[in-house]
């Protein structure tokens, strides 16, 4: 295991299409020789790049330590390799572990086998040299080991962070479709909103966006709301080290920033206000329970960042109205105002009329989704007619 200075390498899970914002953020937080990949990036860092990740990521899924890279050809050939590391360095025979294994390969068929191949090999390694093994906790680990097979190569690393860091705590009500917490943190990131102008998300469902915007706006830490991270049962973890890390940036509510949700549905603002309550932000949000089309702007600029039904529960006639009525409240009322839509209906978007200025593919869950830009100027409408 590092020590406390030592820089080691790492790797930060993410979503489809956040790799590069995701790689300024690791840069931010103070990881070196970073290479972005493919829903990851790769990093160096000490222990403390490391716990930073952790608590102040707003767009990792997980920091993981990678432990040993080999070729294997069948299970046995990785049951080989993993026996000869040497796992008491890792891990003590008293903790528990669980092995998650992820394989996209011809040679390794089952993911659950590859699993019990490692997961063996652990114990045999430490029942070879102490006589006995730990045991394996698949609910509470101490010890989590992440088997990633692709082809033939194997990669065993370390998960530092347990469950996924978008589930940051402050979610009490599920919304009908609530977005992830990191989905909903990209968004604002790609759209560039400068953590000042009015930010509106005028269907905020359970009010993942707004309380996403309303955390970064006043610096409030993701990872403040209770949480165990897994690298705190790492033999070479640093309490002191951690608590500098966890108080290097302290929250600021002291400025004023206006944040709104609404929504056409009292039992979503319902659920939104108790979220964000959850999450301290009750004096940081204000919700409105409105139609879209009678939601008035507060300001003359802003940015406006939503996610509107998609279709699962709505039929082909009234999602094509829905998003006709979308477009022609952004032209008429939103003027000076930038919008981004965010739609895992991508065939139902042109049904705004708007030219998108920029556009993003990102995925929401399995939905392939379009994430889009519209610059509402005064001359919008304009702009559709000669089009159309
Ligand atoms: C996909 S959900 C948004 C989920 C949200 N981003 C979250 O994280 O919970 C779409 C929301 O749009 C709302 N909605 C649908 N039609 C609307 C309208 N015309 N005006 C305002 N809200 C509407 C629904 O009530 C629903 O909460």
Redesign the pocket.
């Known amino acids: 295991m590092n020590k406390e200075n030592e820089n080691f390498e790492m790797l930060a899970k993410t979503m489809y299409g956040f790799e590069s914002i995701l790689a300024d953020e690791v840069k931010e937080l103070g990881g070196t020789e970073i290479r972005p990949g493919n829903r990851a990036v790769r990093f160096q860092g000490s222990l403390e790049v490391l716990y930073r990740m952790n608590y102040y990521s707003r767009l990792s899924l997980k920091i993981i330590k990678p432990l040993a890279e080999f070729n294997a050809k069948d299970e046995q050939d990785l049951y080989d390799k993993t026996m000869g590391i040497d796992w008491s360095k890792i891990m003590s025979v008293n903790q528990t572990f669980v092995i998650d294994s992820t394989v996209h390969s011809p040679h390794f068929k089952h993911s659950h086998y590859v699993a019990l191949k490692v997961k063996d090999a652990i114990a045999d390694r430490f029942r070879k040299e102490l006589g006995r093994r730990p045991n394996v906790d698949p609910k509470n680990p101490h010890i989590k080991v992440n088997v990633h097979i692709s082809n033939n190569r194997v990669s065993l690393s370390l998960d530092s962070s347990g469950a996924s860091l978008h589930k940051r705590g402050y979610r009490k009500g ?6 992830n917490e990191v989905l ?1 943190a990209g968004l604002i990131v790609l759209s560039g909103w400068d953590r000042k102008m009015p930010l509106i ?9 707004i309380i996403e915007a309303a955390l970064m706006a006043n610096d409030i830490p993701p990872g403040s709301f209770y949480r165990e991270y897994l690298f705190h049962n790492w033999s070479n973890f640093d309490s002191e080290l951690y608590k500098k890390v966890i108080s290097e940036k302290k929250k600021d509510t002291s400025r004023d920033i206006q944040i709104i949700g ?4 009292t ?2 603002i319902r ?2 206000r108790l979220n964000i309550r959850n999450a301290g932000l009750s004096d940081l949000i204000s919700l409105r329970q ?4 009678k ?1 008035l702007p507060p300001s003359p600029e802003g940015i406006i960042i ?5 279709g699962e529960r709505i039929k082909h006639d009234n999602l094509v109205e ?1 998003y006709k ?2 477009g022609n409240q952004l032209k008429t009322e939103y003027k000076g105002y930038k919008a981004y839509v ?1 739609s895992a209906k991508p065939e139902a978007l042109k049904f705004i009329g708007l030219h998108p200025s920029a556009k993003y593919i990102l995925y929401n869950g399995e939905y392939k989704s379009l994430f889009q830009e519209y610059e509402l100027y005064e001359g919008s409408r304009k702009i559709r007619r000669d089009k159309d």
């Not at 599920?174 to 977005?179: K, R, T």
């Not at 998300?201 to 966006?209: H, R, V, W």
């Open positions: 599920h919304g009908m479709a609530s977005l909903a998300d005028p269907m905020c469902g359970s009010g993942t966006i609404s929504d056409s549905s039992e979503q659920v939104a409105k139609e879209f089309s939601l939503m996610n509107p039904p998609y829905l009525e979308i965010l």
